[in-house]
């Protein structure tokens, strides 16, 4: 009996259970999936503080005017422009830096949403209230018309001790004409001496 060789078949053979095995695999990934978000609707959401004013000073101009030599191996917080430690990154000028501290995304990383607690009547009272202290502080610290009173006053001082000054120097200059006269001359003259009230 002579070997026939097989016709060749160049159409692609699938393994359909294979296939089968995959798309089951699949199905139940899928499955899972589903359920888990399912379970993660019904637990509770994550509590967040509402949002409060911020208890420290902002640093914008410790690095003005200071230059800087940046490497490739500088971290991230060395580098060029301001860093955020809460949200690990860097940027590059102050407004953009403010905007980004005052953003939703640093908020949520502080734990923080971004909703403002509700204030009640009581404490919009006591705001007012202290306000009002403030004010009548500031009235009493700075009041324009009695700042205005003390100016003058301090003023008519200082003309009073330049014309006290200005009288001294002149009696001393007096003085010292007086002595460098000589009286024999000066009578010789006609008079006895300058700015005296003697009469000879």
């Not at 009996?1 to 699949?26: F, G, L, N, Q, S």
């Not at 609707?41 to 640093?59: A, G, N, Q, S, W």
């Amino acid at each position: 009996m002579a070997y026939e060789k097989p016709i060749p078949d160049h159409r692609r053979k699938w393994d359909t259970e294979e296939y089968e095995k995959i798309v089951a695999a699949r199905l139940e990934e899928e499955e899972k999936k589903a359920l888990e978000k399912e379970l993660s609707k019904l637990d509770p959401p994550v509590r967040r503080e509402m949002l409060k004013p911020r208890e420290y000073k902002v640093d914008l101009d410790s690095k003005l005017g200071k230059s800087q030599v940046i490497t490739k191996t500088t971290p991230a917080s060395q580098q060029g422009g301001y860093y955020c430690n809460v949200c690990d990154c860097v940027v590059k000028d102050s407004i953009n830096f403010l905007d980004h501290i005052n953003g939703k995304k640093h908020q949520r990383n502080l734990g923080m949403s971004m909703k403002v607690e509700r204030s009640s009547l009581e404490q919009v009272r006591k705001r007012f209230e202290m306000n009002k202290k403030k004010m009548d502080e500031k009235k009493k610290e700075y009041d324009f018309e009695e700042r205005i009173k003390e100016l003058k006053e301090e003023e008519e001082k200082q003309k009073a001790y330049k014309k006290e000054k200005r009288k001294e120097r002149k009696r001393k200059a007096d003085g010292d004409l007086d002595e460098d006269l000589d009286p024999d001359m000066a009578a010789m003259m006609g008079f006895s001496g300058f700015g005296s009230s003697k009469k000879s």
